[in-house]
């Protein structure tokens, strides 16, 4: 696609001309003089120009003959009502089997204050429910957290609520089983993450 000539992409081209020449430069380069201690204003008012214009072109309207008409305001209200429900439907799930601090605590026999410790570090997956924190329980087997957990919950690109729905449904990368049952089997952390780098890379 070709770039649209504009005033603002001139003037910038040659306030960078006129500091490094006309031949190619690395983006190094644009940042040192950018930067540079004799204060380049001429090439900063140029540059912050291009971006403001860059900010203020409006995004092209979709083809409605490819996508059909936008929404109406009524439509986007049910959507929207439509995603709160199912969301209220999974947060009521994934609460039904979890554990309160106290009880995760008794549960990994550790004080209450580790169980926030290990949350707040990331090793812990919770769900705040008014001013109370709750421990799903898939990530919970045998008196411990699953192995690679911590792993997981910084891999993961959603909510602790979408991860919490995401580790126990059949997973196809996982030969069916849940991922949090792929996590208690030799190698299913490497698999589990394997599965979260595909939900990530199909999200671009």
Do not use: C
């Not at 001139?10 to 430069?25: S, V, W, Y």
């Not at 008409?69 to 929207?80: K, M, V």
């Amino acid at each position: 696609m070709a770039a649209i000539r504009s005033p603002e992409a001139d003037r910038l081209a040659a306030a960078l001309a006129k500091r490094l020449g006309d031949k190619p430069f690395t983006a190094r380069e644009l940042a040192d003089q950018l930067v540079a201690t004799d204060h380049p204003a001429e090439l900063i008012d140029a540059f912050e120009d291009a971006l403001a214009r860059a900010a203020a072109v409006e995004e092209q309207p979709l083809d409605a003959a490819l996508w059909g008409p936008p929404p109406t305001a009524q439509e986007l209200a049910q959507a929207r009502r439509v995603k709160q429900r199912v969301q209220d439907e999974a947060l009521a799930g994934v609460l039904t089997e979890a554990h309160s601090r106290t009880q995760a605590a008794a549960l990994l026999g550790i004080s209450p204050q580790a169980v926030s410790k290990r949350h707040a570090a990331g090793a812990l997956v919770a769900l705040p429910r008014g001013r109370e924190l709750y421990f799903p329980a898939w990530q919970f087997a045998e008196g411990a957290a699953l192995p690679g957990l911590a792993d997981v919950i910084a891999a993961y690109p959603g909510s602790p609520l979408a991860l919490s729905t995401w580790a126990v449904a059949p997973n196809p990368d996982l030969d069916r089983a849940t991922p949090a049952q792929a996590l208690t089997r030799r190698g299913g952390v490497e698999r589990v993450l394997e599965a979260i780098e595909a939900i990530s890379a199909a999200a671009w």
